[in-house]
């Protein structure tokens, strides 16, 4: 077995927005409730479409994983690092909290159960990282998924 990357400690910022990841079938159009203002991310396989947004605005009967928080690891990263998720996940798997993870262009994210998030926190901390408070940001996008403001 060759040694583990061992990442610098890693700052997590732990976003207050309750969040769901939910399943649409494939090729389904993106529903207008599914929209996030922390976290919203869209991806789409030949067997499904799935969406993370904000637990608040998912269907009752639309099959969904949440409530859960997220974690952003403060970036951006550099794009050639080696371990980052290693170091998170690691501290996480061996307390037996389940995750799911998400990357962007600058960053890596990590979601838990939000009865799961303290204690995820606490396993990053004990290992050296820091956890602290987002402040969300509202995005000034007016992609495709959002409609302008008039």
């Known amino acids: ?3 583990q990357p061992n990442p610098a400690p890693l700052t997590l910022l732990k976003f ?3 969040l769901a990841i939910v399943r649409l079938g494939p090729g389904a159009d993106l529903p207008q409730w599914a929209e996030s203002a922390s976290l919203f991310s869209v ?3 030949a067997a499904e479409t799935s969406v993370i ?3 608040r605005s ?3 009967k639309t099959p969904h994983i949440g409530p859960l928080t997220a974690f952003q690891v403060q970036g951006p990263l550099d794009p050639d690092a080696v371990g980052i998720l ?3 996940l690691a501290p996480l798997a061996e307390a037996r909290v ?3 993870t998400l990357s962007t262009f600058d960053t890596d994210w990590v979601l838990v159960r939000l009865v799961d998030a303290d204690r995820a926190a606490e396993e990053w901390r004990r290992r050296g990282h820091s956890v602290t408070a987002a402040v969300p940001a509202t995005p000034a996008s007016s992609g495709p998924h959002r409609k302008k403001k008039k």
Do not use: N, R
């Open 98 to 100: 389940p995750v799911y």
């Open 16 to 18: 207050p927005e309750k």
């Open 58 to 60: 998912v269907p009752t």
């Open 1 to 3: 077995m060759t040694d």
């Open 86 to 88: 290693h170091s998170l």
């Open 53 to 55: 947004c904000a637990t």
């Open 43 to 45: 991806t789409a396989t």
